[in-house]
Structure formats: structure tokens, C-alpha cells
């Protein structure tokens, strides 16, 4: 009876190993399994911004956020599609969570209660007034002389707290796009486009506008863009992995060579 015991012990013993070992298998293949479908194509979305995100009928997408995100997501082992919006637009899908990644937002307090916004500003914009030469005495770094004047704000972007604190004593209109801002301050519909440089000096030269206007000093604000994310659990995994990457290829110089090659300045 004791070496039945014994047997029968032994037995139900080998019968738990094996179950326990195939079960340690199952789990492991599929943890193997799940790593793999975690990889995914990503949907990337925003406008036209000169040297940063660039696209056209002829070809594929282009500019520094192109090359940087398509590095950092491989390094996830993720792919991205990209796709060319009207701002607004751009901005409502991601928060919507119809889209993953955002591309080149600056951070305002406004969009920080929609968005998840990337640790590494990628690249840095100097904002400014343009205005006719007739005009150019408008601005001198002092708001308190623009009380009462039109100017023109693109739709959806962000300026920075001083315009923010003067918004209140402006005439303000708010064109689509840089060029449709340009188009107004030609027939006098404003006296002033608060813009940036990289995105208004080759559409002034396209439009044979840049003998006409010029860009004010000082700057309104310096502002950094970043890549922005869902305010999801699932925005908030992909925001943590991409920031490991672009932290990754800040530090061996890769943003850095990306950023001289495509003419665009980052943040010190």
C-alpha cells in the first residue's frame, strides 16, 4: 500500500510537471506572440510645415519629424503612414484618438488639457510680426501700442503667453494658413501677421510677396514643437516608447545631423 502511495505520488507528480512545464510554454509563446502584434503601423498627422513636414502629390512625406519619428518608431518596431491635414483638422483626430501621432504641436495650456505632448522638443521657431515697410513702426516689443490694431493669428496655432496677455486689446482675425494671412495684410484687411519665419519665407517667395513685407524684430515668442499623443492609456504606453527612442537619438547626435541636415533649428 505505501509503495502504491508512492507510485501514485510520483505519478501525480510528473503529471504536474508537465502540465506546469507546457503551461510555462503557452505563456511564454505568448508573450512572444503578444510582443509581436504590439508592433503596428502608425498613423501620423499635421499641415504643411517647411523643412519639418513637407508633402506633396509627387512623392512621399518629407522633412526633420519624418525622419526622426520613422527612426524612433523602427526602434519600436512599429512603421508610420503619414498624412498631410488642414491643422484643425490634424489636432481634432488625435484627439479623438483617430490618429496616434501629432506632428510639431507647440505646447500651450490649452493643449496640454488635449494632449499628451513628447518629453524632447525637436525643434525650436522664432515667432514674428509681418508687416509692410510703411508699417514696420508698429511694433517695437511694447503690446500697449498695438492697442487697436488688426492683426492676423493663424487658425489653431499657438503664440505664447505675452500675445496671449495682449490678445484682449487687439483686432484680431484668424486666416486658415500663412498664405491666406499674407493675402490679407496685401489688401489691408490687417496690419499685422503674427507668424513664424521657417513657414512664412518660402511662401512669401512662392507667392513673389518678399520684396513686400518683412519680418519684425524682436520676436513675439521663441516656441519648441513637439510630437503629441492621444490623452489615452494607449497614448500614454506609445508616448513613453517614443520618448525612449528620441531621447535615444538625441543623445548619439542623430537629431542633431537630421536637424543641420534639414535646415531647422532645435532647442539648446
Known amino acids: 500500500m505505501r509503495i502504491n502511495a508512492l507510485t501514485r505520488n510520483g505519478h501525480e507528480w510528473l503529471r504536474w510537471l508537465r502540465t506546469t512545464s507546457r503551461h510555462l510554454l503557452w505563456a511564454l509563446l505568448f508573450t512572444l506572440h503578444g510582443g509581436a502584434a504590439q508592433a503596428r503601423e502608425l498613423l501620423a498627422v499635421g499641415t504643411q510645415f517647411p523643412r519639418v513636414f ?55 495650456p490649452e493643449r496640454l488639457a488635449r494632449f499628451l505632448f513628447s518629453e524632447l522638443a525637436f525643434y525650436e521657431d522664432a515667432l514674428v510680426f509681418y508687416a509692410s515697410p510703411a508699417l514696420a513702426s508698429l511694433w517695437t516689443g511694447d503690446w500697449n501700442r498695438l492697442s487697436g490694431r488688426s492683426v492676423g493669428l493663424v487658425l489653431g496655432w499657438a503664440y505664447g503667453n505675452a500675445l496671449e496677455q495682449a490678445r484682449s486689446k487687439l483686432l484680431i ?71 525612449r527612442s528620441l531621447e535615444a537619438l538625441r543623445q548619439s547626435g542623430v537629431l542633431r545631423d537630421l536637424a543641420r541636415q534639414w535646415g531647422v533649428r532645435t532647442p539648446d
Open 54 to 108: 513637407e508633402w506633396d502629390a509627387k512623392g512621399p512625406a518629407r522633412g526633420l519629424a519624418v525622419d526622426l519619428l520613422s527612426k524612433a518608431a523602427a526602434q519600436q518596431g512599429h512603421t508610420v503612414r503619414f498624412e498631410a491635414l488642414p491643422w484643425a483638422r490634424a489636432q481634432m483626430m488625435v484627439e479623438l484618438g483617430q490618429a496616434d501621432v501629432l506632428i510639431g504641436p507647440y505646447r500651450s
Open 173 to 243: 482675425s484668424n486666416p486658415g494658413d500663412v498664405a491666406t494671412g499674407l493675402r490679407m495684410l496685401q489688401r489691408g484687411r490687417i496690419e499685422l501677421l503674427a507668424s513664424n519665419e521657417r513657414n512664412t519665407a518660402p511662401v512669401l517667395e512662392s507667392m513673389g510677396l518678399a520684396q513686400q513685407f518683412q519680418a519684425l524684430q524682436p520676436p513675439i515668442a521663441v516656441q519648441a514643437g513637439h510630437f503629441a499623443y492621444p490623452r489615452t492609456p494607449q497614448g500614454e504606453e506609445l508616448r513613453q516608447a517614443l520618448d
